[in-house]
């Protein structure tokens, strides 16, 4: 079967998949981002050298390392453009290395500001998105009336799209949201500009992952986002628009699922959660601020605090299930270094009942209390090291307790966000 490796995030994001793929992608041929947009931070630390990929795929920083932009993948133009200058300011030219699909919908400025203007309406019931459009996108994505990469070959087809599009964005803003609007002649600019730069990168996705994939190539497909995240599976409505679970890596990138042979779930070793909505393991204490303190929790895309609480094994156990996660990358395990208790929550307290799953709908989910299961920290520095045998044994015991809880391997650790500070106990490649 294939030798392609599915990594998603387990919980609400931000649990150190950027960190990962690079590590992973430095013996692949290729990566591929599926889903989402510039919504996603991907954090990758070099040496001393600190670099936020928001919609390149995160092998680009390895050589030889071909990236794809998949179809599901909803493109800013010129987030995409200021990624690429930014990239090449650090010595990174993508030249040939980036293929963009011809069927990624684009990220309008009038998405940006529909974004806002909408969570402005909704103010204290606001759901914290990043405010990068991407909601409206997908909207338009559904409603099939996006204007897609394809789109740009074509002047007289696109200024005639645009222009109904805009004049729709333009009536709900003035009308609806009392917003301020999108300037036609900015935007065509804008697309026109973004085409004569990119148009070589704009390939048949699908066509050239088919032949990496019949060529018996390693490709890594790159989620965004986290499972509790995804459109259909997460808290709804506090979501992100585009399905974050694996079978969108099939989906958002035109290959059929028979290829994927191993999922990675990324699971922080704790919780956390940017944005509004439901998260019964949240602590407003101070172990919440330490955790936020010592593992750095601030958004990479808007540099929002991010909230913090202990593991909840609940939620992993349902992403395990619906991404059917193979084996499980436990990240950011020396946050914990130090902790006299470490708890785990194993189930909830909902309506005087006692369950072990999770009920799907955001204002049940409000109104679970966490059980837990304590564990005792270790006071050595788990920092950096990458062999197995070397973590304390309290360390080990709570990998373990992981394991048997959720009934999944942790095949890999990391223990610091430099490049190889990783541990690896089975290759996701050679399953
Ligand atoms: P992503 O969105 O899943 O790629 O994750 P982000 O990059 O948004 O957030 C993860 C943060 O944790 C980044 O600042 C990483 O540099 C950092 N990080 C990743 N793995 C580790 C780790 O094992 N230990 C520590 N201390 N930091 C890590
Ligand atoms: P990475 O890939 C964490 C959250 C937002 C908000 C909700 C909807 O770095 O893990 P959106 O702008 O997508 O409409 O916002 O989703 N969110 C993320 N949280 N990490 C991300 O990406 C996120 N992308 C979106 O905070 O709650
Ligand atoms: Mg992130």
Redesign the pocket.
């Given at each position: 079967m294939g030798n392609s490796v599915v990594v998603i995030?387990m919980q609400w994001?931000?649990?150190?998949?950027?960190?990962?793929?690079d590590y992973l992608a430095e013996k692949t041929n290729a990566v591929v981002r599926f889903q989402g947009g510039h919504n996603?931070?991907?954090?990758?630390?070099i040496g001393e050298e600190?670099t936020?990929l928001h919609l390149i795929p995160?092998g680009i920083l390895q050589e030889d390392v071909k990236c794809y932009i998949g179809s599901g993948v909803v493109v800013s133009p010129k987030a995409l453009l200021s990624e690429i200058g930014q990239l090449k300011e650090k010595g990174f030219d993508i030249k040939d290395n980036l293929a963009v699909s011809t069927n990624c919908p684009l990220v309008l400025s009038s998405h940006v500001l529909l974004d806002k203007a909408r969570e402005k309406l909704l103010g204290r019931s606001s759901i914290g998105t990043t405010g990068r459009g991407i909601g409206p996108a997908y909207e338009d994505k559904v409603a099939r009336r996006a204007i897609r990469i394809n789109d740009l070959f074509d002047r007289g087809n696109l200024e005639s799209k645009l222009s109904s599009l805009l004049d729709l964005h333009n009536f709900l803003l003035k009308k609806y949201y009392n917003s301020e609007v999108a300037d036609f002649s900015l935007e065509l600019d804008s697309c026109l500009s973004f085409f004569d730069k990119i148009s070589s990168n704009i390939k048949d996705v699908p066509q050239e992952l088919r032949k990496l994939e019949l060529s018996g190539s390693k490709i890594l497909y790159e989620g965004?986002q986290?499972s509790m995240l995804d459109i259909d599976f997460g808290t709804y409505p506090y979501v992100t628009s585009s399905n974050t679970t694996a079978g969108s890596a099939s989906t958002g990138s035109g290959i059929g699922p028979k290829y994927f042979s191993y999922v990675l779930g990324?699971a922080k070793a704790y919780t956390t959660r940017v944005g509004s909505g439901p998260f019964p393991t949240e602590l407003n204490d101070h172990t919440g601020s330490y955790l936020a303190r010592?593992?750095?929790?601030f958004?990479?895309?808007t540099g929002r605090p991010r909230r913090c609480g202990w593991l909840d094994a609940v939620l992993l156990k349902r992403a395990i299930f619906a991404n059917s996660v193979t084996g499980i990358c436990l990240?950011?395990?020396?946050?914990l270094d130090g902790l006299d208790e470490i708890k785990i929550c194993t189930g909830y307290e909902y309506e005087r009942k006692v369950i072990d799953n999770l009920p799907l709908s955001a204002d049940q989910f409000d109104k679970c209390e966490p059980f837990y299961e304590s564990v005792k920290g270790w006071k050595e520095k788990t920092?950096g090291i990458k062999d197995y045998d070397l973590l304390p044994d309290l360390a080990k015991q709570y990998i373990n307790r992981i394991e048997e809880i959720t009934g999944t391997r942790v095949d890999m650790i990391?223990?610091?966000?430099g490049r190889d500070?990783v541990i690896i106990r089975k290759n996701p490649f050679n399953n």
């Open positions: 995030g994001g931000d649990e150190g998949k950027g960190c990962i793929v996603a931070g991907h954090t990758i630390v600190k936020v995160s965004a986290g990324i010592v593992g750095a929790e958004g990479a895309t990240t950011k395990l020396d946050v920092a990391s223990t610091g966000p500070e």
